[in-house]
């Protein structure tokens, strides 16, 4: 049994806690609001992310941050990509030793176009940690709060690294695998998002499975044209960490990206869509980055350029579609035989 460390009490960081609680480790949940992190001690529940479910004794909640990694062994990071910097910024102050971080948010740095693990290494010296492990994969916290059969990846430079926290969260329900990938394992988790708006999109203008299907299919196109220009493996992009999550985070309403673009479809203004859900919604805070990126590398994201328009330039998405469906005529394996041939030149 290990201390451990969950920084973010939110729908995924609780699911992941309920993990290594069901693993017989001691867990220790951290949450910036005092009456959420005394909510769960009391009722040994979490109603404002995960309604009805009941979470296992040995976790412990505070708002006390030193006092939740004081001794731990590792620390799992599961906050809001734009709230990674503060939170590091405060838990640097509270490290007296080596742990391993692993972090499991999914986004981009708009400016900067830092990766989550990147942000994590800028704020927090070399000397507090051993390695930077990602873990992410298809999973919803819903399923994975009812214990539903979930698959994920974690992925560090360092592969001896990536297999403790393997071993630290692998039980029979909730299976791990390892990858070497960790460029491509975060810009798959990071930028699924992106065609997850776009997939709610479709489905708030009452279009059906095909246009769904090539969506997906095309999004994740551009997703492996961006991944392997900034030095993912494009094989990446065909497991868990790409088309995986691609398919359970377009599919389901339990995804708040959905869920988010499907109320834009239907025609509701992003101010009212964001009020209403109250939580926050990674996509549209990659399609800047994304957009941004591809302009700047050069790389040609028409779906991400079309969901950018209507985030942040009030585009009808019905245009939108017009135009995505009017491009200039392609080969549809002309992406994969660049990517290949970019891959086997250098």
Not at 131 to 154: N, R
Request: with cysteine; net charge negative; glycine share 8%.
């Amino acid at each position: 049994m290990e201390k451990v460390a969950v920084l973010g009490a939110g729908s995924w960081g609780t699911a992941l806690a309920m993990v290594l609680a069901d693993n017989g480790h001691d867990v220790h949940l951290w949450s910036h609001r005092e009456s959420l992190a005394d909510d769960i001690n009391r009722t040994h529940k979490n109603e404002r992310y995960l309604k009805g479910i009941s979470l296992p004794q040995n976790i412990k909640a505070s708002s006390d941050m030193g006092a939740v990694v004081s001794e731990v062994e590792h620390i799992i990071l599961v906050v809001p990509t734009k709230a990674m910097r503060e939170v590091c910024g405060q838990l640097v102050q509270h490290l007296n030793h080596k742990v391993t971080i692993t972090h499991a948010s999914k986004g981009i740095e708009p400016g900067s176009y830092k990766r989550v693990s990147e942000v994590i290494a800028e704020e927090i010296p070399k000397k507090y940690y051993h390695d930077i492990v990602v873990l992410s994969g298809p999973s919803h916290a819903e399923e994975v709060s009812l214990k539903h059969p979930t698959t994920v990846t974690v992925s560090s430079e360092d592969l001896d690294v990536a297999a403790t926290v393997q071993d630290l969260f692998i039980n029979e329900l909730f299976r791990v695998y390892t990858s070497p990938d960790l460029v491509g394992v975060e810009l798959g988790g990071a930028l699924k998002n992106i065609i997850a708006l776009g997939a709610g999109i479709s489905d708030g203008l009452g279009f059906g499975d095909n246009a769904k299907a090539a969506l997906i299919t095309r999004g994740l196109a551009e997703i492996a044209r961006l991944g392997t220009s900034m030095g993912a493996n494009p094989l990446t992009f065909s497991g868990l960490t790409g088309i995986g999550d691609l398919i359970v985070t377009c599919t389901s309403s339990h995804s708040r990206n959905w869920r988010a673009g499907n109320q834009l479809g239907k025609g509701s203004h992003l101010d009212e869509v964001l009020e209403e859900m109250g939580m926050v919604v990674e996509g549209i805070r990659t399609t800047k980055a994304a957009y941004q990126l591809s302009n700047e590398r050069g790389v040609d994201m028409p779906i991400t350029a079309g969901i950018y328009k209507i985030l942040f330039e009030n585009a009808d998405p019905k245009d939108v579609v017009t135009q995505l469906m009017t491009r200039i005529r392609r080969r549809e394996m002309e992406d994969l035989t660049n990517i290949l041939d970019d891959q086997m030149n250098n």
